[in-house]
């Protein structure tokens, strides 16, 4: 802990709940409130400023507030730990928690904080949302990006791409995904002969989405996942998969970067490009010629990749406008995915830097 506390805001629509949140905090030791403010903008706004340490939020305007978390993953991630009603805390809580909120509990009554307080301090220290060497990969620096459409008729996309380690970052990642996700999933993973064939059938078993291995000509269909076979490159043309014999990319085929950019190309802005843990750089150059044509992307973060290879060189080239965790990346992806296919909604400008 840092030696004045930690530092903390106070995020809540409501003025009188602001107060007594603010209060609450400002009465223990080892907390500094450094500001609060409601939700919105000015929230957004206090935490590029503040930097803090923990977010308190009032969640009694639930849908307001999950906005916020959102944003708030997708920029500068800081733990949050939420307050809602009693009567509200059993509906709230599964939203929340996938936004990206650490935990929710009842807000204090007659003054008993002593379970806020506790709260606070586990968040605080939970390490899968507390690291702080992480923090400056995760400010990311922004870019010129030049938003194309793309030629495929597809309302989004989503590719994944992973290499050593991979199978378990990407079962934890399609284990959140919500049944209801309104595009598919593209999956490359870097994987042995011996195992690749059965890898779709492994991944299915805890997904929340169906998954299957592509094959030739395969349509896609929103909320499936689809995961190329072994020693093939997997090409997307308009809404059917293509698997290729093409040449070795960094010594591997399929090759994540073949994937990233046939999605560049076919999908454009309407895509979400995620690159997971491996060996080696394929995938940073894809994932950046996705960004540069709009699509939001996403690399795992350093903790808790098995071998952080093919994520830091795409955020050391500024490909990745996100880092984070698997489990998060579901988060942000569901939510990136639901606003893309609203009508007129540039994701671009809901959730990137």
Same mark, same amino acid.
């Given at each position: ?34 500001g ?14 503040a930097?803090?340490d ?74 899968v ?9 995760? %400010?990311?620096?922004? $870019? *010129?990006?030049?938003?194309?459409? /793309?030629?495929s =008729? &597809? ?5 994944? #791409? +992973? ?39 492994w ?50 085929r ?13 999908v454009?802005?309407?895509? %979400?490009?995620?690159? $997971? *843990?491996?060996?080696?750089?394929? /995938?940073?150059? =894809? &994932? ?5 044509? #709009? +699509? ?58």
């Amino acid at each position: 802990m840092k030696p004045e506390g930690i530092r903390a805001i106070v995020v809540a629509s409501s003025l009188a709940v602001r107060g007594r949140l603010v209060n609450y905090l400002e009465r223990q030791s080892g907390f500094l409130v450094v500001g609060h403010s409601g939700v919105g903008d000015d929230a957004d706004l206090l935490v590029v400023g503040a930097r803090p340490d923990l977010i308190l939020l009032d969640a009694s305007d639930r849908h307001r507030a999950e906005a916020f978390v959102v944003r708030l993953m997708s920029t500068q991630p800081t733990p949050v730990l939420a307050v809602t009603s009693r009567e509200t805390l059993a509906s709230a809580r599964p939203s929340l928690i996938e936004a990206g909120v650490v935990e929710v509990i009842p807000e204090p009554q007659m003054g008993d904080t002593d379970e806020l307080v506790r709260t606070a301090r586990l968040v605080y220290r939970i390490p899968v949302v507390t690291r702080r060497a992480a923090r400056g990969d995760r %400010i990311l620096t922004p $870019m *010129t990006i030049d938003p194309v459409n /793309g030629s495929s =008729g &597809l309302p989004g996309v989503v590719a994944v #791409g +992973a290499s050593t380690g991979g199978p378990s970052a990407v079962s934890e990642f399609l284990k959140r995904l919500p049944s209801t996700l309104p595009v598919p999933v593209l999956i490359v993973v870097h994987i042995g002969q011996s195992f690749g064939h059965s890898l779709a059938d492994w991944l299915d078993l805890g997904s929340g989405i169906p998954v299957h291995q592509a094959s030739e000509g395969m349509r896609v269909e929103a909320g499936h996942a689809y995961v190329c076979p072994p020693d093939r490159h997997l090409v997307l043309i308009d809404d059917r998969l293509m698997l290729t014999n093409g040449p070795e990319r960094h010594s591997c085929r399929p090759s994540v970067d073949v994937l990233f950019e046939s999605v560049a190309e076919q999908v454009g802005s309407r895509a %979400i490009g995620c690159l $997971m *843990t491996g060996i080696g750089r394929d /995938g940073a150059a =894809g &994932l950046l010629a996705m960004r540069r044509r #709009g +699509a939001f992307t996403l690399a795992q973060d350093e903790a808790s990749s098995a071998v952080f290879g093919m994520p830091r060189e795409a955020i050391a080239i500024g490909a990745a406008s996100t880092v984070a965790p698997p489990a998060r990346m579901a988060a942000i992806v569901s939510a990136t995915a639901n606003r893309m296919v609203e009508p007129g909604t540039r994701v671009a400008a809901v959730l990137r830097p």
